[in-house]
């Protein structure tokens, strides 16, 4: 069955780097495009990033743009989000999700001193 196994979430000091992975499994990974989306305490899920499926074409939301990096290894069906210089408004559960609907548990991301 479809899996999508996020990884690579804790508690980071402001400042901080954190880079997330999430396994695919159980569908063509390298067909589609994937996307970062989280969920801010008490808010709504926000679009965080997408990656096109050969990984050529990024896309940020502004507030993200120069901090983070989307990234994906289609040999490994893994997606990744290298995120720098974290700030605590970044504090969510980060979901990955493909765009034909498959969605991850989410990982924690805490960014507090």
């Known amino acids: 069955q479809v899996q999508l196994v996020e990884s690579g979430g804790g508690l980071v000091q402001p400042g901080g780097s954190l880079r997330l992975s999430c396994a695919a499994s159980?569908?063509?990974?390298?067909?589609?495009?994937m996307s970062w989306v989280r969920q801010a305490p008490g808010k709504g899920l926000e679009w965080v990033s997408d990656?096109?499926?050969?990984?050529?074409?990024?896309y940020y939301t502004d507030s993200v743009k120069g901090r983070f990096t989307i990234s994906r290894d289609n040999a490994k069906n893994t997606l990744y989000l290298q995120m720098n210089s974290l700030r605590p408004e970044d504090t969510a559960v980060y979901y990955c999700?493909?765009?034909?609907?498959?969605w991850g548990q989410g990982t924690q991301v805490t960014v507090s001193s």
């Open positions: 999700a493909s765009c034909v609907g498959h």
């Open positions: 159980g569908f063509s990974f390298s067909n589609y495009f």
């Open positions: 990656i096109k499926n050969n990984g050529d074409e990024t």
